[in-house]
């Protein structure tokens, strides 16, 4: 189970995750290659848990969004709904909001989690344009929006928004568990997309996954990939273009070997002997006994 904080959209604000232990048709190309089954948690039903984003010029700037902080749970398979014996997972950092004195934190809240944003802000001065007209082209190619404050530069404002978070745990002795990182690059536990201007995100469908470090999914790939709904890493596709071309490198290679070996066409024991003779002829010794 997972907490966001602050947030009071749940009971006792928990999210109880689905297990999951079915391949996804996004990871059907990667279980040819790995005979294994998907298990995992999941969680997709995000609905009124992060506010609004209209990334429009008439809000702009906005700033980066609320910092929220996730922590999760774990509990045995028996007591999945009785949230009252669910556990916490070691290994988080602490939460900021739950150590400023200026925040209002519920001391049964963890205070320790990942900080996650529904979204994050980009503001960059644009140089070498006089008028809003050319400086919007300029702003068209980082995906941002052109407004102008006071006297100063025009600036360009791009986001960035969520689109899933992802967990690595792994046990912590026998009978506790830890958490070790994000599954995207750099570890980062979120994933965050281009917004596009004139958009409005509500946030209802952010992917929330829990994995194990071991996961294949995850040993085989490392880095985040666009083409792939939750990849995190080289491109499933990528990886299939690399495996043909060694499958066909090594056919190759065989090939040359049979042939060097065909090729090579075995000495007889009478030629040896007679190469033999003749050699040793010419240097004026013996020849050799038959």
């Not at 360009?156 to 899933?164: I, K, M, N, P, R």
Request: with cysteine; hydrophobic share 40%.
């Amino acid at each position: 189970a997972i907490k966001l904080m602050p947030s009071e959209n749940t009971t006792d604000n928990m999210i109880v995750m689905k297990f999951l232990n079915e391949d996804l048709l996004r990871e059907k190309k990667l279980t040819q290659i790995y005979n294994y089954t998907q298990s995992f948690f999941f969680h997709s039903n995000t609905t009124l848990y992060f506010p609004m984003f209209h990334f429009e010029e008439d809000n702009l700037p906005v700033g980066d969004s609320e910092n929220y902080c996730a922590h999760l749970f774990w509990a045995l398979k028996e007591n999945d709904m009785a949230l009252e014996l669910y556990e916490s997972f070691q290994g988080f950092p602490k939460c900021e909001k739950a150590f400023n004195s200026k925040v209002i934190w519920h001391q049964h809240e963890p205070t320790h989690g990942a900080e996650i944003y529904a979204w994050k802000q980009t503001a960059t001065a644009l140089k070498g344009c006089s008028d809003k007209e050319s400086c919007t082209k300029k702003c068209d190619k980082l995906k941002g929006i052109v407004a102008k404050h006071s006297n100063k530069d025009y600036m360009c404002y791009s986001y960035a928004v969520l689109t899933d978070i992802c967990f690595l745990v792994d046990r912590n002795g026998t009978d506790s568990w830890r958490y070790v990182g994000g599954c995207f690059e750099d570890r980062s536990p979120t994933r965050m997309a281009s917004a596009i201007p004139g958009q409005t995100y509500s946030f209802e469908s952010v992917r929330i996954q829990v994995r194990s470090l071991y996961d294949p999914y995850v040993v085989a790939t490392k880095e985040n990939s666009d083409d792939a709904d939750l990849s995190f890493g080289v491109d499933i596709d990528f990886m299939f273009t690399i495996a043909f071309l060694l499958f066909f490198v090594g056919i190759l290679f065989g090939v040359i070997v049979a042939a060097a070996v065909i090729l090579r066409q075995p000495i007889s024991q009478t030629e040896i002997y007679a190469k033999t003779f003749k050699t040793e002829a010419l240097s004026g010794r013996p020849s050799a006994q038959f």
